[in-house]
């Protein structure tokens, strides 16, 4: 799922196309299985701008994870939001992934879940 | 230059090949503990079967589409989601449902140790697509390897269990020998040509034989196909393999394993 932006996107668009900003777009885009973000939850290992063309670096939980479609789709959604981004590409780089991955603030929500 | 090897026929040829085995493989034996969801013998194993269903899908789901980018004319389809097609690069024991869950435990426990053996010796392939892929399924099947051990264990703790895994490994582990291909395969030389795989034939299969074959012996079974380790040499011996009953480009037997 996507949570609303807490900015809108005309602000992204005055400061142009921020590495900070796709950043700060993603962490819009929550895992659909837990209230997390993708970006607390160490999925994203790269972010690229070239001209209006966003690249983004990522890798899943598991190989297996059933929702791969699903967030490359809220992805693509989210970012084609702001300002400028004409095209948004996905490269699954196959990163290890294990829980020292995920952020602090993503531990204390899983925490609280009572999932960590 | 990953793109230097594309231009050798008889490597691309066996990286496909090396592909669609591995994948098909994992497919169906995705697909197979699938179906054990509703029929293990706990809940935890029900679990299990679904955790270990889904990776296995998932790591069929990361390599077939590595079949898609290279320019090899007539390569195989994936097999995801309904797509019929007549070859399937499986080894016998998985393209059917298994009627018990010691056939599960079985393919878990000498069936993808064998995908494993090959991964590890992908790891440092000049395809780097392949490689990194590697890696990463090497560190979700840690998972497997220690689960199926487990189940093995639990099996040979009756007379009952291990009689009817003693069935299961004298059907699969001789067929999981041939799998590995004949010394000095034409096509795994080219693959090492082009710096594409580490290992070979041999090498492969002793380093499978060294994963597997303690753990059965070591809870009371016989080992088929007169393996034994020889001491001198530091190497499992085993008697001649029947390969004119292997269809090596789908590496399966021809004739279905008699469990």
């Given at each position: 799922m996507i949570a609303d932006g807490s900015e809108g996107d005309g602000m992204a668009e005055e400061r142009g196309l921020t590495v900070e900003a796709i950043i700060s777009a993603l962490s819009e885009v929550y895992d659909p299985e837990y209230p997390i973000s993708i970006v607390d939850l160490g999925l994203i290992r790269g972010v690229e701008i070239d001209?209006?063309?966003?690249?983004?670096?990522?890798?899943?939980?598991?190989?297996?994870?059933?929702?791969?479609?699903?967030?490359?789709?809220?992805?693509?959604?989210?970012?084609?939001?702001?300002?400028?981004v004409k095209r948004v590409e996905i490269e699954e780089v196959f990163d290890r992934w294990d829980a020292s991955a995920i952020s602090r603030k993503g531990r204390e929500v899983l925490r609280n879940l009572g999932v960590i | 230059m990953e793109r230097d090897w594309m231009e050798d026929d008889a490597a691309l040829a066996a990286i496909v090949n090396l592909i669609v085995v591995l994948a098909d493989n994992k497919y169906y034996l995705g697909r197979r503990l699938s179906e054990w969801v509703v029929g293990a013998p706990s809940l935890e194993g029900a679990v299990a079967a679904a955790a270990l269903a889904q990776e296995e899908l998932g790591h069929a789901r990361v390599l077939y589409p590595l079949l898609e980018e290279l320019p090899f004319p007539g390569r195989p389809s994936p097999l995801e989601r309904g797509n019929g097609r007549h070859r399937r690069y499986a080894v016998s024991f998985v393209v059917e449902p298994w009627?018990?869950?010691?056939?599960?435990?079985?393919?878990?426990?000498?069936?993808?140790?064998?995908?494993?053996?090959?991964?590890?010796?992908?790891?440092?392939?000049?395809?780097?697509?392949?490689?990194?892929?590697a890696a990463r399924i090497l560190q979700e099947e840690s998972f497997h390897s220690e689960y199926a051990e487990g189940r093995v264990r639990e099996l040979a703790e009756t007379s009952e269990g291990r009689c009817a895994l003693q069935s299961c490994v004298d059907g699969l582990l001789p067929e999981m020998l041939l799998w590995f291909g004949p010394q000095h395969e034409p096509g795994v030389e080219a693959l090492r040509r082009e710096g594409l795989i580490a290992g070979e034939n041999e090498v492969w299969r002793q380093r499978y034989l060294n994963r597997v074959a303690p753990l059965l012996l070591e809870v009371g079974l016989r080992l088929p196909a007169h393996l034994s380790w020889n001491r001198t040499r530091s190497a499992w011996e085993y008697e001649a393999l029947p390969w004119e009953d292997w269809d090596q480009l789908e590496r399966r037997l021809r004739r279905k394993a008699k469990l």
């Open positions: 001209g209006g063309v966003v690249r983004v670096k990522l890798t899943f939980t598991s190989l297996g994870c059933p929702c791969t479609e699903l967030i490359c789709d809220d992805i693509r959604a989210r970012l084609s939001r702001i300002g400028g | 009627s018990s869950w010691v056939h599960a435990v079985a393919g878990l426990a000498l069936i993808d140790p064998a995908i494993n053996t090959m991964f590890e010796h992908l790891t440092d392939s000049t395809y780097v697509a392949l490689a990194r892929r």
